[in-house]
């Protein structure tokens, strides 16, 4: 069975849901760990006073049993703090009594950089609210509580993943200037087997996978595995990781690949790169148009962050994690945690030379 993960959940809904299916039997999970994750993304240079609102913590409503996985679907739920003052605009039936709180009127200024217009013009919504919500990056939260329990799974063969800002924008200048800055953002995973992923197709292809899902994540742009695109100026002579091998194993001396070769990981750390855009909700707005009347407008103003990268290395962390924990266990499977464990070993010990 594959790891999966499908989620549900409007920023000022009641809730963000996630159902992870495909997790062995008898993972131990610690209801601690998830939630230091949930705060850690909230934490961060540059957000916006949502985050004071918010405190994040993860309910499980089915798949747990004593703090440990039954082999079924794990249902998580992180509750919206900020519904309370969005119930009549953000109820998921039609609301009762006067309209009051966020959320009552209509919004038909689309902000650049965001999915407002073509949400809005792709489900032939006429209030854009019912596209910005789902685009929000809010949902980020369920892919944190998701990605503590996919790194849960890795830690069992010695897998950990991190998440780092690289490069980020003046927050202090943007925010006085009432704009916004982007950055980006580095995950490493250490403890990684030669041989997740497969060349065979481009589906199978780790780096496509990691790719993928970074890209996904709300206002990433790029990605780069590895040295990226350095590698594109550099002599074969030089952007290559020659091979060596000592009384120990193989061994490389540099790791130009970000640990990927052939969409294939071959033992060496995996490093990805994801740039982020500059959250395209401004305070001084960029040129929109009314959708209701057609004429130049300014684009919706609404509290937002400043920056949100220290919240995407986290998110980040994350995404790599489940989608190794995924790799990992279509490598290794097993419906008890012992299993996945055991058959991690018995491949260690076949691939001798490259254990470490
Ligand atoms: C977001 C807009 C802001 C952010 C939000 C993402 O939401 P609000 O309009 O409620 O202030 O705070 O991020 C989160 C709520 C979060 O928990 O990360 C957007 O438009 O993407």
């Known amino acids: 069975m594959t790891l999966k993960l499908a989620t549900a959940g409007e920023s000022h809904g009641p809730a963000l849901v ?12 610690d209801r601690e760990a998830i939630d230091a994750d949930l705060a850690r993304r909230q934490q961060g240079y540059g957000r916006s006073p949502r985050q004071q609102l918010e405190q994040d913590r993860v309910e499980v409503l089915a798949g747990l049993r004593h703090g440990r996985t039954l082999g079924t679907p794990l249902a998580l ?19 009762e009594g006067e309209p009051s709180g966020k959320g009552t009127k209509p919004v038909t200024l689309p902000r650049p950089g965001h999915a407002d217009l073509a949400g809005t013009l792709k489900y032939g919504f006429a ?15 369920i892919s944190v509580a998701a990605g503590a329990v996919a790194k849960a799974l890795l830690r069992e063969i010695g897998i950990e993943v991190s998440g780092v800002v690289v490069e980020m924008g003046d927050v202090d200048e943007a925010k006085a200037d ?8 580095e995950a490493r995973a250490r403890g990684i087997p030669p041989g997740l992923g497969s060349y065979a197709t481009k589906e199978d292809r780790l780096d496509a996978r990691l ?16 040295a990226g695109f350095e590698l594109a100026g550099q002599r074969g002579s030089e952007a290559h990781d ?31 790169r994801a740039a982020m855009k500059p959250l395209p909700t401004l305070m001084r707005p960029l040129q929109s148009v009314d959708l209701e009347t057609g004429e130049p407008a300014e684009a919706l103003v609404e509290r937002s962050d400043v920056a949100a990268v220290e ?15 995924r790799a990992a266990h279509e490598k290794f499977g097993g419906d008890a945690i012992g299993d996945f464990v055991a058959a991690h070993s018995a491949y260690l010990e076949r691939i001798p030379w490259t254990a470490r």
């Open 18 to 29: 996630g159902i992870l299916s495909g997790l062995p039997a008898g993972l131990v999970l």
């Open 77 to 95: 739920v992180v509750h919206n703090r900020d519904h309370k003052n969005w119930e009549w605009g953000m109820s998921p039936w039609p609301p």
């Open 127 to 141: 209030d854009t609210r019912d596209a910005l919500e789902r685009a929000s990056a809010r949902q980020t939260a």
């Open 178 to 185: 009432r704009d916004t800055v982007g950055g980006v953002v």
């Open 211 to 226: 790719a993928a899902a970074l890209v996904g994540i709300q206002a990433v742009k790029g990605v780069e595995i590895g």
């Open 242 to 272: 020659e091979i060596f091998k000592d009384e120990r194993g193989l061994y490389r001396k540099t790791n130009r690949a970000g640990g990927i070769e052939g969409g294939v990981s071959n033992g060496e750390e995996i490093v990805v």
């Open 311 to 325: 919240a995407l290395s986290v998110v980040a962390e994350a995404s790599v994690s489940f989608e190794l924990a």
